[in-house]
């Protein structure tokens, strides 16, 4: 029998509640956050993608490089988690835009027994103050003020966090894992489709000497799709993190370079020798909500996509014990002319919107690094806090939702309402012993902070904070502080069976604060809807970051837009490039296994099994 493993402990601020100012929190008009395009701009909608069927392990990454090297080291025998690290070696190459050693990740795993979750967040510097973007008028800075140079560079955690998940669920040596990257990096791979558009797309790229000689002709025009990009500086990298470790990159003549680039910049940052070396990735308790007949898992808090993926089902699941005629298996997707084929009902439109309106709301108020901020995370999941939250949604949209009052809170904090972005990768993976595993890695905005070393890009994290530290004399939880970890929208998340605890499926996307969106419709595609991996990530994305409701452009019939309309919501139809990757265990009537998997036609994903 799976047991739920424990949620995390939470550190309690010794400060108490002051009753007025929880209800100046509670009161106030928390206006709908400033929602910028997705972070990636699109590059279509395949429709050549079918489900995957294998039978003994399956890996499946955002390019099919680097899915192909995933399931090479499970062809040798490797665990989900050595996998997962060969496949960001190679992304770190051939998706260089969105993720890399030089950002963080956060891991959800499945050891056959336990669920573990791996903390590789960047970290902001010691010698980062709350004030770090701040204009000297104490005005907030424009984001590509604050994202481009130094100033942004948090920290990278990826490879620790790699490193610590390996030495406990690894099987293969460390140094077999960056064999393809290596390989992949001094041959050459061929620039995709996507790849090039997000290089032309960029106007920042050209004022990078290192990109501009990586990316760019001699003219500066971007190398055409299928030029050949060989890329030593980075083979010999990640040689050395074979050989030696992460210390290859955290100490040493690479770390002094990161350092050097990151200081000497015209927007410079304080990233330190010392913040590299002391850097360390946490294990963390995972965040295990109960939905129907699933135990759903997914990160704590420095991540905001696990108890608001938890706040989303918990909110339907209370709608549906108040009204059977509410019930999300009774609203299944029709057919459609759309790329995507079909559409969901717009009752669970709606539904599914109010319910992510009122998780947002919850998500800037409240949720941030808990090392340094008392985050009520049992209150926010508490079944009975969630169905009065529940209570607020009607047949007409709330328009934009106020946070609530869940028990717990310590402190009373202001509202966060910096810009929504982050720029990230997915990899998921199952191994024939049954492990599994959910990854979002990330640099933040596409190219990151636009510093490259050695052949890959460092993160611009740190954006990831509040640029505003505080409104109306309160804190707001997520401001800079050293050495915390920015808050994320990432949600890789497990999905198990709650009667006998059996593993059913790995799942998680990339796509800036909408991350949540797009997990929250694929979760409820597999488990509400009874569809395959490829058909739940196909559906069209939806949803609400608590100001309008979003709408996949070109993807929606006019007469659903009209019936969110005539509900009251206020419609926006965007491109919301999501990057899903999903793999389902299956049994049939006789007991036997397999697996099912599918990935983003949105991309340039793929998943590949035996």
């Known amino acids: 029998m799976f047991s739920a493993p ?22 106030q008009n928390a206006s709908a956050p400033t929602l910028p395009s997705a972070p990636e701009s699109a590059s279509g909608y395949r429709t050549d993608l079918r489900t995957r069927h294998a039978e003994k392990y399956m890996a499946a990454a955002a390019n099919p490089l680097a899915a192909e090297a995933g399931r090479e080291m499970l062809r040798r025998g490797g665990s989900a988690i050595d996998a997962a690290i060969a496949m ?99 041959q050459g791979f061929a620039i995709s489709p996507r790849l090039h558009r997000l290089i032309a797309a960029d106007s920042s790229l050209r004022r990078s000497p290192e990109m501009a000689a990586y990316f760019l002709n001699a003219d500066g025009s971007p190398k055409a799709v299928g030029t050949n990009l060989q890329n030593p500086a980075l083979a010999a990298v990640l040689k050395r993190i074979a050989n030696e470790g992460p210390d290859a990159l955290y100490t040493g003549p690479v770390a002094e370079e990161i350092v050097a680039k990151v200081q000497g910049h015209a927007n410079p940052g304080s990233l330190s020798l010392n913040d ?56 299944k997707p029709v057919k459609t002319s759309a790329p995507a084929g079909s559409e ?58 106020r946070p609530g009052t869940p028990p717990g809170i310590q402190v009373a904090y202001a509202p966060d ?30 190219f990151g902070s636009h510093l490259m070393v050695q052949g890959f890009l460092l ?13 109306n004399g309160q804190k707001v939880a997520n ?56 058909a739940a990530i196909n559906l069209p994305n939806f949803g609400s970051r608590n100001g309008p409701t979003e709408l996949e452009l070109g993807q929606f019939s006019p007469g659903l837009i009209q019936a969110l309309k005539d509900k009251g919501h206020v419609v926006t139809e965007i491109d919301m490039t999501s990057g899903t990757q999903a793999i389902v265990r299956l049994k049939d009537a006789q007991g036997k296994a397999s697996l099912t998997g599918g990935a983003d036609p949105r991309r340039e994903g793929q998943a590949l099994g035996d």
Not at 8 to 22: E, N, P, V
Not at 459 to 471: G, H, K, Q, R, Y
């Open 417 to 446: 309402r910096s810009p929504l972005r982050i720029s990230t990768s997915q990899v998921v993976a199952v191994d024939d012993a049954g492990g599994a595993v959910s990854m979002t890695t990330t640099i933040e905005s596409a």
């Open 479 to 534: 401001r800079v502080e050293p050495g915390k970890r920015p808050r994320s929208s990432m949600a890789p998340t497990l999905v198990f069976n709650r009667q006998s605890g059996e593993f059913l499926a790995t799942i998680g996307s990339p796509g800036g604060s909408q991350i949540i969106e797009y997990v929250a419709k694929s979760t409820i595609g597999l488990l509400d809807w009874n569809l395959d991996a490829q």
């Open 276 to 331: 590299l070396s002391r850097y360390q990735a946490k294990e963390r308790a995972p965040l295990c909500t109960d939905y129907k007949r699933w135990q759903v898992c997914g990160m704590p808090p420095p991540s905001s996509g696990g108890i608001a993926l938890a706040q989303i089902l918990g909110t339907l699941q209370a709608l549906e014990t108040r009204d059977r005629h509410l019930a999300l298996a009774a609203l």
């Open 88 to 186: 960001q070696a190679v992304l770190t190459l051939v998706e260089p835009q969105s993720s890399g050693i030089g950002g963080g990740a956060l891991i959800v795993l499945w050891d056959g027994k336990s669920v573990r979750t791996y903390d590789g967040r960047e970290t902001a510097p010691a010698g980062a103050t709350e004030k770090l973007f701040l204009q000297a008028n104490g005005q907030p800075m424009e984001f590509t003020q604050a994202q481009i140079g130094g100033r942004s560079v948090g920290t990278p955690g990826v490879l620790r966090a790699l490193e610590l998940a390996h030495r406990k669920h690894g099987r293969l040596p460390w140094a077999q894992l960056f064999e393809p990257a290596i390989k992949l990096a001094r």
């Open 6 to 27: 424990h949620l995390s402990r939470f550190r309690l601020s010794a400060l108490a509640l002051i009753a007025s100012a929880l209800t100046l929190a509670a009161c």
């Open 344 to 401: 969901p009902a717009p009752e669970a439109v709606h539904l599914i919107s109010e319910a992510e309106r009122l998780a947002y709301a919850d998500r800037a108020q409240y949720v941030a690094d808990s090392d340094y901020v008392p985050v009520p995370v049992k209150g926010l999941i508490d079944p009975t806090y969630l169905a009065s939250r529940a209570a607020l949604i009607g047949e007409r949209s709330m328009g934009t939702a």
């Open 459 to 471: 993160n611009n994290e740190l954006t990831d904070f509040s640029f505003i530290p505080e409104e």
